[in-house]
């Protein structure tokens, strides 16, 4: 019995790993917390391609004006914003992704430019 129900799991558990599949932030550049020059672009890599119209990304200052800069590109798992010269100060980047599974996953981090 034990066997057969060990068997049944292990059968089953690929079937339901794309269930909890999500396009998860796994990495960022600049990463949370960091203490970085102004960067070029802002780069945030997910655990599987995003949908472009259901995903997206804002880049706040210290006043919470939006300063994300032009569109937000996304190409496969990456979203990258280009916000141009940044000036010190800490910075809150809020986003949002849809994977091909269409749940929504919401999430933010802060850095600092010195």
Known sequence: MMKRTLLALALLSPMAAPAF???QLQKSAPAANAK???PAHITL???EALEPAFSGALLLDSDGRNVS???VKIDGPELVMTPGHLA????HVV??????DTHRLDGEFRFTVK
């Open 95 to 100: 986003w949002h992704s849809v994977g091909h």
């Open 21 to 23: 599949a999500h396009a």
């Open 45 to 47: 890599h997910c655990s």
């Open 88 to 91: 010190p100060g800490v910075y």
């Open 36 to 38: 970085v020059g102004s």
């Open 69 to 71: 800069g032009g569109p």
